[in-house]
């Protein structure tokens, strides 16, 4: 049986929004068994809270953006990816700001930190959103196909038409893929964005020192990249992030092409349309799906 997970004790962080450029502080404590992942504000009065769930999502523009009654709290998918990745079911985070601080652009500070407290499993076993049949989505060049498995695998790719960037592809698979190797990928995008970004008075808070920046050819990081497929595993790590908001640990070999926060939305919701689509199965009743699915699929064979 999989127990559920939370952590150890409380942990403190701080570090900038990108948008606002401000500093907010984070806490993140242990919570009971189902109570999963909820966020409140508490810079605001009563320190309304916001549930992980995809249903609250209100924005996925550059970030996933969570609101409930009004209040908002963006760029989560990164904390959510490290949460996800620390297999962490259950805890309460406190942000006194409108936005969860950008750190340096990937999972690596959060993990470490939820490292240095530690995780511990709780008296009750992990509920799985199993999934049952193929879900698939295409939105113009983008697309997400969703297949039965025994475990969560992602394989995403992307396609660029930039000199430093191209064709990119990376295979999680979970339990297998140290989550290290994504952790650290960094968040990205290019100059112009981020000139026009600042004008609208958004990325304020953006610079080398939590982004990976390109201009029209090259990336500007005086350190370079951390890896050459930065830009693809920072991809898959957003989809873990946002995967979390599935509300229930997910049992699928889910491939996405050019995929963003709004393709993986959309793709939870459809999966969550009809039960004939998926089952919420516990560890201690699980049963095999099918073999796992192990070689990688470029998006060719999609036939879609
Ligand atoms: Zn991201």
Redesign the pocket.
Known sequence: MILQRTLKGEIKLEGIGVHSGRTVRLTLRPAPPFHGIVFARTDLEGSPTLPANYKNIVNTQM?TTLGVGGVTLS?V??LL?ALQGMEVDNAWIGVDGPEVPIMD?SSLVFCKAIERVGVESQLQPRPYLVLKRKVELKLSEKWAVAEPAQRLEIFGSIEWDHPSIGYQEYHYIEGRTPFQELASAR?FGFLKEVESLRKLGLARGGSLDNAVILDHALVLNPEGLRCPDEFVK??V??AL?DFKLAGHAIHAYVRLHRAGHDLHRMLIAEILKSTDNYEIVHSMDRQPIRNLVTAPLRPVAAGI
């Open positions: 970030a760029t998918e990164h990816a652009g968040t920072h991809k790590l957003d992030g």
